[in-house]
């Protein structure tokens, strides 16, 4: 009898080899089709939010005192605040202004990273020593802390947003990308190109920055619905955008006083949508990371 019929049989038979089930041929090409399919449709509906709330900037801050405070309908579909503006209009220009902020910040958050992640792999023991604290040191202290105080100290308004929210969100992404430099450093033509005499900034140009752009691709992504979580929480607090912007932070914070009063398509549907753009962003994140890693497109 072969092994075949072997493992195909039960063990009550006699048999000591345990009852294996074949894998199933799994469509690889397929998976790689869906995760392009929903990554490029995440992107496009991102995009589209963010044309119309830039579109909707000047509907957001227009008042009909005559309209305030409506339920949803047809004619306002997220329904009135105490001051006639529509809600739709504002929800989707903050969320323009929370897809801009985060994008600047997440760019700039990410590309700190890269070069803190470079310089502790190819700079030797003393400055990876120092990247290593300064990345213990930001994340020992709570995100949202570090980021109020920076946003606070620099006056706050979207500047001191996109600075505190780079400032505080590089340390995970630096330790990917130099725990990923340091194993190029194994490799024995990074060896050979030292031994030549090959200098650390075209090492890191020419070898460390290619080989680790997919997962500096991937974690700029991932950034960004941190970037605008953090940004409308603080929003709300007070402590980032001015309150004159139609900022979802903003439009949550005014909506407090008045769910009490029953109107709670205030705070619903923008935050429904903020939580929305967040995901949108993670199912982007989660395309690309499927679509350049080769463990994960295999999976």
């Known amino acids: 009898m072969d092994v075949a019929d072997r493992l195909s049989r039960p063990a009550a038979v ?27 449709g995440a992107a496009l509906v991102l995009v589209g939010i963010g044309l119309a709330g830039a579109a909707c900037q000047g ?22 605040d105490w001051m006639g503006r529509d809600m739709l209009a504002r929800t989707l220009a903050g969320l323009s202004t929370s897809i801009v902020i985060g994008i600047v910040s997440a760019a700039v958050s990410a590309v700190v990273a890269l070069a803190l992640a470079c310089a502790a792999a190819l700079g030797g023991r003393s400055v990876d020593a120092l990247v290593s604290w300064l990345i213990d040191l930001a994340m020992g202290i709570p995100h949202i802390v570090l980021l109020i105080l920076i946003s606070y ?18 340390p995970s992404l630096t330790r990917v990308l130099r725990a990923e430099i340091l194993q190029l450093m194994t490799q024995p033509f990074m060896a050979a190109s030292r031994a030549l ?34 940004e409308a929480s603080i929003t709300f607090l007070g402590f980032g955008l001015s309150p004159e912007m139609p900022a979802i932070g903003v439009i949550l914070s005014e909506a407090m006083g008045y769910l009490t009063a029953g109107a709670w398509w205030l705070a619903v549907f923008p935050g429904a949508s903020l939580l929305l753009v967040v ?20 999976a």
Request: aromatic share 6%; proline share 7%.
């Open 153 to 170: 100290a620099l006056g706050r308004g979207a500047l001191g947003v996109c600075i505190g929210v780079a400032l505080t969100h590089w």
């Open 279 to 298: 995901l949108l962003f993670d199912r982007v994140g989660a395309g690309l990371r499927r679509l350049l890693t080769p463990e994960e497109v295999q």
């Open 197 to 230: 005499g090959v200098s650390r900034c075209r090492l890191a140009l020419t070898h460390a920055v290619p080989t680790v752009a997919p997962q500096f691709l991937v974690g700029l992504v991932l950034l960004f619905p941190h970037a605008i979580l953090h």
């Open 14 to 40: 006699g048999y000591d080899v345990p009852l294996l089930h074949a894998p199933r041929a799994r469509a690889h090409g397929g998976s790689r089709r869906a995760a392009l399919a929903w990554c490029v």
């Open 59 to 80: 509907a957001a801050v227009a008042t009909d005192f005559t309209a305030k405070n409506l339920a949803p309908s047809l004619a306002h579909p997220f329904g009135t």
